[in-house]
């Protein structure tokens, strides 16, 4: 096997990867030598959320490698279903599932959650929670018939303390129990279950508002992004689990991609160990522009 290929022959899904951590993560795989198949809702580009079905697939075969992009909405359930009925037909297996694929949840920034329309739960916890849970649902029967297999849930440190919003922090936490619990039952499997905690991602959205200055920091709303990590650094990460000899070894298990990369070895495209917990304590110290813009802080 090609060692700049160790996913060589191994089939990938990966949820919501039009953008952001999720396109890093599918890019990641394939170069890595996966077929990864990949959901999304995006099929027109918009200058505020740039990123499509078509341009992450055509990202991905530029790089020689092989992505098939299908659109999908994962609040609804007959749209998952056709994307496991073509995984099935195309390939007959699935060796790697990432539940990435979340809700917008812009309008819940800065708002208490009795502020709230009640159906921002229902989005953060129906395309998130749910939505991992029902991919993992179809993922499973495919991982044990073939003995083996790993399920990665794209998780947060919300897990654990307050960000963003109550629904935001529930459904995180929700996400990592998922992981817990699911594990438990599929052990007896070979199928692992794994979380993992990306830090502030320079995803296209937010890079949208940020600002390069000529010493070439780039800021975003007073945030100094020195320790932000690209979309890749998560996609490695993925890469890395995924070749793991012995991924029973951190199944029901969450983790900081930071401390991925140093366990295993790998950094960001610069080269880079982005430092999630030290961007989190700049958070907490400052940018305050940052907190009222983005956090609601």
Known sequence: MDSSKPLEGSVALVTGATRGIGKGIATELATAGARVYFTGRS?????????????TEAEIAALGAHGVGLRCDHHVDEEVDAVFA????DEGRLDLLVNNATAEMGSMVGKKFWELPIDIWDDVIGVGLR??????????????????????????????EYLMGVSYGVGKA????LTSDMAK?????QVA????WPGLCKSENRLVNAETHPDGRVTLFGLDLTFAETPHFPG????????????????????????LARD????????????AEKLHAQLQQGAPEFWREVLGG
């Open 43 to 55: 099929t027109e580009e918009d200058p505020q959320r740039p990123g499509t079905v078509a341009a």
């Open 193 to 196: 279950v794994t979380s993992i």
């Open 174 to 177: 929700g996400v990592d129990r």
């Open 264 to 275: 295993y070895g790998f950094t960001d495209i610069d080269g880079s160990i982005p430092d």
């Open 185 to 189: 039952e599929l052990r007896e499997h």
């Open 86 to 89: 073509r995984i099935r037909k």
């Open 131 to 160: 939505s991992h849970y029902v991919a993992s649902w179809h993922a499973v029967p495919l991982m044990i018939a073939q003995g083996r297999g790993l399920i990665v849930n794209v998780s947060s440190h919300g897990a654990r």
């Open 236 to 259: 490695r990460a993925v890469v890395a689990l995924a070749s793991d000899p012995d991924p029973m070894a951190r199944t029901g298990q969450a983790f900081w991609v930071a401390d």
